[in-house]
Nanobody, 121 residues
Framework: QVQLVESGGGLVQPGGSLRLSCVAS????????MGWYRQAPGKQRELVAG???????DYADPVKGRFTISRDNAKNTVYLQMNSLTPEDTAVYYC???????????????WGQGTQVTVSS
């Protein structure tokens, strides 16, 4: 089985920073793309950033220039550095990973349980 566990969420003032981490564990042969989504109250879940195994990173327009996604393949971990946070960034943040559990198995997408980020004064 595979688990994704996020950490690093919390309450921060506008203009502040947070760093989210997500560790994948369990039956892992390889990890392809990893990413972060968020869901604010009353809104649909949206992609925040993604990173390939290359790695190549892509960002949603609202976070470009403020957020940075990175990964540590040796640790099966993806990070999201969030700077210049605004109240509009308040949401539950979820990490995802496309994981192949065995060499000849198909990859599937796994989700973490989510971590709350609240930006408020």
């Amino acid at each position: 089985q595979v688990q994704l566990v996020e950490s690093g969420g919390g309450l921060v003032q506008p203009g502040g920073s947070l760093r989210l981490s997500c560790v994948a564990s369990g039956d892992i042969f390889s990890i392809n793309g990893m990413g972060w989504y968020r869901q604010a109250p009353g809104k649909q879940r949206e992609l925040v950033a993604g990173i390939t195994s290359g790695p190549r990173a892509d960002y949603a327009d609202p976070v470009k220039g403020r957020f940075t996604i990175s990964r540590d393949n040796a640790k099966n971990t993806v990070y999201l550095q969030m700077n210049s946070l605004t109240p509009e960034d308040t949401a539950v943040y979820y990490c995802t990973a496309d994981i192949r559990p065995r060499q000849w198995a198909s990859a599937r997408t796994y989700w973490g349980q989510g971590t709350q980020v609240t930006v408020s004064s």
